[in-house]
């Protein structure tokens, strides 16, 4: 039995002590939003925040996170209305196929939350989810979107 802080939601899950973060999300705590790619910690689908943090939750066992940290998923990453960078990603149309987009808009959201302004080269730099259809340029285009957006409303 593990306790998480999920979304803002203290949850008793019960898993193996090296059970993936991920399968915990989707199996035990019904929160499927985040995705499984590749399971190396590569590709990025998983991404979820971890103290703000983003990581990639395929290779993180359940024993590394403690009660006390705070971990959000994609279902909780909206507070009131949507996060910035997701109504970008609906202004700017940019998945595709959709797959990765979770673990994309989650990186976003964390590099944005560390750096309010990043320019094109920070941006290709923090952001390295893989993303098989190809959308690089219109996530490096939410992303600018999102930051002016959250800078326009301050």
Do not use: F
């Amino acid at each position: 039995m593990a306790s998480l802080n999920i979304n803002g939601e203290n949850r008793d899950l019960d898993a193996a002590p090296d059970t993936p973060l991920l399968w915990v999300l989707r199996e035990q705590a019904g929160l499927t939003g985040t995705k499984y790619g590749c399971g190396i910690a590569q590709c990025g689908a998983c991404t979820v925040h971890i103290d703000g943090i983003a990581v990639r939750s395929c290779s993180i066992p359940l024993d590394a996170v403690t009660a006390e940290q705070k971990i959000v998923t994609i279902e909780g990453l909206a507070k009131d209305g949507l996060h910035p960078v997701q109504q970008a990603w609906l202004e700017l149309d940019v998945p595709q196929c959709g797959y990765c987009q979770s673990g994309m808009i989650m990186a976003a959201a964390a590099l944005l939350a560390e750096n309010a302004n990043p320019g094109p080269d920070v941006i290709a730099e923090q952001i390295t989810n893989i993303c098989r259809c190809g959308t690089y340029s219109r996530v490096a285009a939410a992303i600018a979107q999102a930051a002016a957006s959250a800078r326009n409303k301050s």
